[in-house]
C-alpha cells in the first residue's frame, strides 16, 4: 500500500518570497509522484509529475520539485511567489502498473499575502 | 477548462435519497476515474473505469456504484445516503492505459441534510 505525507497543512507567506511544500510518501513498490494545485472552488491542475530521468523536475506557473529516493520525498518549491499563487496544493502517488490511480496527501493551503 | 465536465454543480438532499453524478470525459479519453473530497478524509480514490470496463477498485462503498456507458460518459450513483457522504466528488479522465495525466472536472458538491 501507499501512503503520502504533507508536512504542512497551511504555508503563510510573502509576495515574492521563495516557498517549500514538503511531501514524504510510503510504497513498498516503485511509484510515479505528482503536485496538483486546486483553486478555489475549480477542480485539480497538474503542476508537475516525476515518472523517471532527472530527480529535478520543473512544471508550470514556475514550481520544480526534486525527487529523494533515499528520503522518500517530493518536495515542491518556488523561488518568488505570487499573490495569484495562493491555493491548496496536493502531492500525490501513483503505484507502478497501479492502473493509474492516484493516491493523494492531506494538502497543503498556500496563503500569500501582500 | 480541463474538458472534462460534471453535472450538476451542486446538489442538496435528504438523508435515505439516491442520487446520481453525471461525467462527461475530454474528447478521446478512454479512462475515467471516481474521487471523493470530504473535510475528514480528504481526496480518495473510488473507481476506474476503462472503455466501459471496471478497472480498479478504490474506498468505494457498497451503497454507491458507478458505470461507463458507450459513448464514454460516466454515472456515479449514490444510494441510502448519509450525512457523512456529502463531499465535493470529482471526475477525471485520461487518454488510456500506462500512465497518462489525468484531467480533472470542476466537481460536484454533495450536501446531504
Known amino acids: 500500500a501507499q501512503s503520502v505525507t504533507q508536512l504542512d497543512s497551511q504555508v503563510p507567506v510573502f509576495e515574492e518570497a521563495p516557498v517549500e511544500l514538503r511531501c514524504n510518501y510510503s510504497?513498498?513498490?516503485?511509484?510515479?509522484l505528482f503536485w496538483y494545485v486546486q483553486y478555489p472552488n475549480q477542480g485539480l491542475q497538474l503542476l508537475l509529475k516525476?515518472?523517471?530521468?532527472?530527480?529535478l523536475v520543473k512544471g508550470i506557473n514556475g514550481f520544480e520539485a526534486e525527487f529523494n529516493k533515499s528520503q522518500t520525498s517530493f518536495h515542491l518549491r518556488k523561488p518568488s511567489v505570487h499573490i495569484s499563487d495562493t491555493a491548496e496544493y496536493f502531492c500525490?502517488?501513483?503505484?507502478?502498473?497501479?492502473?493509474?490511480?492516484?493516491?493523494f496527501g492531506a494538502g497543503t493551503r498556500l496563503a500569500v499575502h501582500p | 477548462d480541463s474538458g472534462v465536465t460534471q453535472t450538476p454543480k451542486h446538489l442538496i438532499t435528504a438523508t435515505g435519497q439516491r442520487v446520481t453524478l453525471r461525467c462527461s470525459p475530454r474528447?478521446?479519453?478512454?479512462?475515467v476515474y471516481w474521487y471523493q473530497q470530504s473535510l475528514d478524509q480528504g481526496l480518495q480514490f473510488l473507481i476506474q473505469?476503462?472503455?466501459?470496463?471496471?478497472?480498479a477498485k478504490g474506498n468505494i462503498l457498497e451503497r454507491f456504484s458507478a458505470q461507463q456507458f458507450p459513448d464514454l460518459h460516466s454515472e456515479l450513483n449514490l444510494s441510502s445516503l448519509e450525512l457523512g457522504d456529502s463531499a465535493l466528488y470529482f471526475c477525471?479522465?485520461?487518454?488510456?492505459?500506462?500512465?497518462?495525466?489525468?484531467?480533472f472536472g470542476p466537481g460536484t458538491r454533495l450536501t446531504v441534510l
Open positions: 477525471a479522465s485520461s487518454v488510456e492505459g500506462g500512465y497518462n495525466e489525468q484531467f
Open positions: 510504497s513498498s513498490v516503485s511509484v510515479y
Open positions: 516525476y515518472l523517471s530521468g532527472s530527480t
Open positions: 500525490a502517488v501513483t503505484p507502478l502498473g497501479g492502473y493509474n490511480k492516484l493516491i
Open positions: 474528447s478521446g479519453d478512454l479512462s
Open positions: 473505469y476503462y472503455n466501459g470496463e471496471e478497472r
